[in-house]
């Protein structure tokens, strides 16, 4: 099941916000991101949240590192996560052999094969949508969101590890 207009439910289970569905919040989030290289700092969580809450837009084999990236941002912080990012980005321009240097993500948890979890505590369609805006209160508590909504999706991904 995929995020669908003609329901207003989405497939992470959350109801439809006021922008509509967590289809068009990660849009305007992706597209907003463009011009303020601030927020821009949140993007690696905002797409593995929103890739892990709605399974069915990712491809499968990225999954496991999306959802070990997000552990690390719940339990390390921003800039911990943008550490590895960068040294994601240097290793591949110097041609590194494989592909994708697992080592930093080693002591999370791989993702679970047992479903797909959900509904999640906190969604993107919950998110608030201001003056045009998701950081009309600040690039802070903007953070904070994200950061809310990547706890509820490893929360919930967990849980199907017991």
């Not at 991101?33 to 499968?60: F, G, I, K, N, T």
């Not at 990012?85 to 240097?90: D, E, K, S």
């Not at 047992?114 to 998110?127: E, Q, V």
Request: charged share 20%; proline share 7%.
């Amino acid at each position: 099941m995929t995020d669908s207009p003609s329901t207003g439910q989405c497939d992470c289970g959350a109801t439809a916000g006021p922008l509509g569905e967590c289809v068009d919040y990660y849009h305007a989030i992706l597209a907003e991101e463009q011009a303020d290289p601030q927020m821009y700092r949140w993007h690696a969580p905002v797409v593995c949240a929103y890739l892990l809450q709605h399974p069915s837009r990712a491809h499968e084999k990225y999954l496991d590192s999306q959802f070990r990236l997000l552990q690390l941002y719940v339990d390390k912080g921003i800039d911990a996560l943008l550490r590895v990012a960068a040294h994601q980005v240097a290793r591949n321009k110097h041609r590194a052999r494989s592909s994708y240097d697992m080592a930093p993500l080693a002591e999370y948890a791989p993702l679970p094969q047992n479903g797909s979890p959900g509904p999640f505590r906190a969604t993107f369609c919950g998110l608030p949508f201001r003056d045009s805006s998701f950081v009309s209160d600040g690039h802070p508590a903007y953070g904070r969101r994200i950061e809310i909504i990547a706890e509820a999706t490893v929360e919930s991904w967990r849980t199907l590890q017991a």
